[in-house]
Nanobody, 121 residues
Framework: QVQLVESGGGLVQTGGSLRLSCVAS?????????MGWFRQAPGKEREFVAA????????TYADSVKGRVTVARDNAKNTVSLQMNSLKPEDTAVYYC?????????????WGQGTQVTVSS
């Protein structure tokens, strides 16, 4: 059974920084899982934020966060992080960690419970 647990959310002022972490159990880097971050603001659809491949050598970012966010993983610790800088009120959302197999047709099958990020103006 795969479990993903996010942490690091909180309240921060505009321009501040937060580092979100996700600890995965039930999978390892040898399982070749890609890891991703998504977010959902009140009244809005869940949207993609960032992803990193199984080796950590390739990352993808949404245009809305590119240049302000860095995703990284530590396969030895089964963790993935999302470093967020220069935060804006529009970044306010519940942030979710997700995992999928590193295959061309794989979907995001595993999700964490989410962690709240609130950016005040």
């Amino acid at each position: 059974q795969v479990q993903l647990v996010e942490s690091g959310g909180g309240l921060v002022q505009t321009g501040g920084s937060l580092r979100l972490s996700c600890v995965a159990s039930g999978l390892t880097f040898r399982s070749m899982y890609a890891m991703g971050w998504f977010r959902q603001a009140p009244g809005k659809e869940r949207e993609f934020v960032a992803a990193i491949n199984w080796s950590g050598g390739s990352t993808t970012y949404a245009d809305s966060v590119k240049g302000r966010v860095t995703v990284a993983r530590d396969n030895a610790k089964n963790t993935v992080s999302l470093q967020m800088n220069s935060l804006k009120p529009e970044d306010t959302a519940v942030y979710y960690c997700a995992a999928r197999l590193a295959r061309p047709t794989a979907t995001w099958d595993y999700w964490g419970q989410g962690t709240q990020v609130t950016v005040s103006s």
